[in-house]
């Protein structure tokens, strides 16, 4: 399913990413729970994945503390650092996905109350499938269990089922290009 997806993905034009890169930004920062958050847990795009650069723009224009993860080689564990130049202020690190600089100030996970999940692949149930690191897994693990999650993906991202172990959290809402889905509803829209 990794490898399809993926391909899937790398196969769309330029101009289909862009265009539905800006939809999911929209969507996304339209959000009450997005809105509302003070200090949102961000992404930057890995490959083919969604440009979400437009919605770390707008949390920084509407004054918020953004932070992004960096892999924690020793502990297998993602640490989150406060970026507000995220042309300066990151490089490719583990994988060659985009990382914010070491030495930038660290973030308490309890200060945490919104997070972006990436993901490869996303279910109706909320279930995601990553690549295979289980870096998010044990970070949403860590998080307080009220902080909004949210998946921003393709259309195409969204599949029947994703394949999961009963330890494995699920999103609160997928958000698509075209939709957005609340698929968590014991959990409700943050």
């Known amino acids: 399913m990794r490898i399809a997806v993926i391909a899937a993905r790398d196969a ?8 539905a890169s800006r939809a999911i930004t929209e ?18 795009p890995f490959r083919s ?16 503390t953004v932070v992004l993860p960096r892999v924690d080689h020793a502990s297998r564990m993602l640490d989150v650092h406060v970026v507000v130049d995220v042309d300066g202020e990151t ?11 070491a030495e930038l100030p660290r973030v308490e996970l309890s200060a945490i109350d919104w997070v972006l999940v990436p993901g490869v692949a996303f279910d109706h149930d909320g279930r995601r499938l990553g690549y295979g690191g289980g870096f998010y897994d044990r970070l949403l693990a860590s998080l ?8 921003g993906a393709f259309d195409l991202q ?20 075209t939709r957005q889905m609340a698929v968590a509803p014991a959990r409700g829209e943050r």
Request: proline fraction near 12%.
């Open 144 to 151: 307080d269990p009220g902080v909004a999650r949210i998946a």
């Open 49 to 64: 994945e969604w440009d979400t650069r437009g919605l770390v723009a707008a949390a920084h224009a509407q004054g918020k």
């Open 91 to 101: 490089a490719p690190g583990y994988r060659g996905i985009p990382e914010p600089a």
């Open 27 to 44: 969507r996304i920062a339209a959000l009450p729970s997005f809105a509302a958050a003070r200090c949102p847990l961000l992404t930057l």
């Open 158 to 177: 969204v599949v029947p089922a994703v394949p999961a172990a009963p330890h494995d959290l699920v999103v609160d809402m997928i958000v698509t290009q």
């Open 12 to 19: 769309q034009s330029p101009d289909t990413q862009a265009a």
